[in-house]
């Protein structure tokens, strides 16, 4: 049987979407973490999880804490308070969590392991000390695999969330909740959650429920239930299928305005790369390379990212939406 999550007048009025960085954190880590392919992902997987390795965050605390086919606990997801909030003030909210609910999520996660592993244990023990090894770790993780793609990501959460509102204008709530997922519909003032095996009642669940399109999920959503915070819905995006197709690269309008070299540094920032790499592709010499990616910087085009000994550039969402506008 599907589990239903009862709404009244006052939860459909509470529903609402967010966009969630820890969220893309858990479930990207978790297909990395994996060890296995992925259809969509492959470009992204290929490119992070050698990164991910190097910084030994594939043998730390967030590979204790998301494993593979397994529970993530649920201080790591806290409610976005707004509809798009940073990691920062996500990070916060991890580390504020109260003891009692970190204990809680831990018990859960032993059961379904049969143990915990060493750094949890002393997390179990003092979660107000240790969380905060928790957090640098995860903003160690962002800056590697997240933080270059961002832009791309977030603009197709972005359209998912914008293409939803409008379901919700033209057709109304039901018709939306129908649309999320073939698992996930809705009837008799309930939402049925086709893939969900444990049982869902609002004293459980909360008010309200909090739609969060994600990139990574999966095939199928997740949710997450933590009163008195609102339930969380986590379900696959609408367009990740083509998230990381190549880009434009006649951009033949935008050289004319931006000049050439830096024209070509932005089409090959498809893929986030270092100053050394860019040189090498485009046979410019670093030094040029150095000054040009300067220029974009300040010009709001692209974005340094800190990967080890490196620094990655990526292409903001300025800068994909400039290219998009000149080769359509």
């Known amino acids: 049987m599907p589990a239903e999550l009862e709404f009244s007048a006052d939860d459909l009025a509470q529903m609402r979407f967010a966009v969630s960085p820890m969220w ?35 043998r730390g605390w967030l590979a204790e804490l998301i494993r593979p086919a397994s529970y993530v606990p649920d201080f790591l997801n806290p409610a976005p308070a707004g509809p798009a909030p940073t990691l920062a003030a996500e990070l916060v909210g991890i580390l504020a969590a109260p003891a009692d609910r970190v204990r809680r999520d831990l018990d859960r996660l032993r059961h379904e392991q049969g143990r915990l592993d060493t750094r949890l244990r002393t997390l179990y023990a003092q979660p107000s000390t240790h969380m905060a090894r928790v957090t640098e770790e995860i903003e160690t993780y962002w800056d590697l695999a997240v933080a270059p793609y961002w832009a791309r990501i977030r603009t197709v959460l972005d359209a998912d969330v914008f293409h939803r509102a409008r379901q919700v204008a033209e057709h109304g709530a039901v018709h939306l909740l129908n649309d999320l997922h073939t698992s996930v519909g809705w009837g008799d003032n309930a939402l049925r959650l086709g893939r969900r095996k444990n049982p869902l009642s ?22 997450r239930t933590a009163p008195p915070e609102p339930p969380q819905l986590a379900y696959p995006a609408r367009g990740i299928g083509s998230l990381w197709e190549p880009g434009p690269a006649d951009a033949r309008a935008l050289a004319a305005v931006l000049g050439r070299s830096r024209t ?38 692209v974005s340094p990212h800190r990967a080890g000994r490196s620094v990655l550039y990526a292409r903001t969402a300025v800068a994909e939406a400039l290219l998009i506008a000149a080769c359509g």
Not at 31 to 47: A, D, F, K
Not at 205 to 222: D, E, R, W, Y
């Open 24 to 58: 893309e954190v858990g479930t990207s880590f978790k297909l990395l973490n994996s060890g296995s392919g992925h259809p969509v992902h492959r470009r992204w997987i290929e490119q992070v999880r050698p990164r991910v390795a190097t910084a030994g965050l594939d």
């Open 202 to 223: 609002r004293e459980a669940a909360g008010t309200g429920l909090l739609l969060i399109p994600s990139a990574f999920t999966g095939p199928v959503p997740l949710t």
């Open 264 to 301: 070509r540094l932005l089409t090959e920032l498809d893929t986030p790369a270092s100053t050394t790499r860019l040189a090498q592709r485009t046979g410019l010499s670093p030094a040029a390379v150095s000054q040009f990616l300067t220029a974009l910087r300040d010009a709001g085009l």
